[in-house]
């Protein structure tokens, strides 16, 4: 059993399982019953997602290909992840990799400069199954 991090919109893979979106907005233009058709997500977990501030952060960065301002994102975005919430959410997302198939992403396309990198990260630091 895995986890896999995705690009929302893009074909599913075979076996991947429910597909999660942490993503802070929903798609654009897309009725709310079409998101997992359209394969996006089945389910809205914004909980992951940075804060919009952090948001904007990542978005200045990646358009000025900024390395400092995109390691400061990481730096951020990882003290979010650290607070009780979010930090027991990633515990309960690893042990389930080792349990059942589903996937987490987000719409960037550059995965090495979307906050699903870290994401990943930090479910391989607490041991899922990441695939």
Same mark, same amino acid.
């Given at each position: 059993m895995t986890v896999r991090i995705v690009r929302l919109g893009s074909a599913r893979q075979q076996d991947e399982g429910l597909r999660?979106? #942490?993503v802070r907005r929903p798609p654009r233009g897309v009725p709310k019953t079409e998101f997992a058709s359209r394969d996006f997500? @089945? &389910?809205w977990?914004? $909980?992951l997602s940075p804060v919009p501030e952090l948001v904007q952060a990542a978005q200045t960065? $990646?358009?000025a290909h900024d390395q400092r301002a995109w390691d400061t994102f990481v730096k951020q975005f990882r003290k979010q992840m650290a607070e009780p919430d979010a930090s027991r #959410?990633?515990?309960l997302l690893a042990a389930l990799s080792h349990q059942s198939n589903f996937s987490i992403g987000c719409y960037c /396309? @550059? /995965?090495a400069h979307c906050h699903r990198s870290v994401l990943r990260a930090l479910l391989t630091e607490r041991g899922a @199954? &990441?695939?």
């Open positions: 999660i979106g #942490t997500y @089945d &389910v977990y914004p $909980q960065a $990646q358009a #959410t990633l515990d /396309e @550059d /995965e @199954d &990441v695939r």
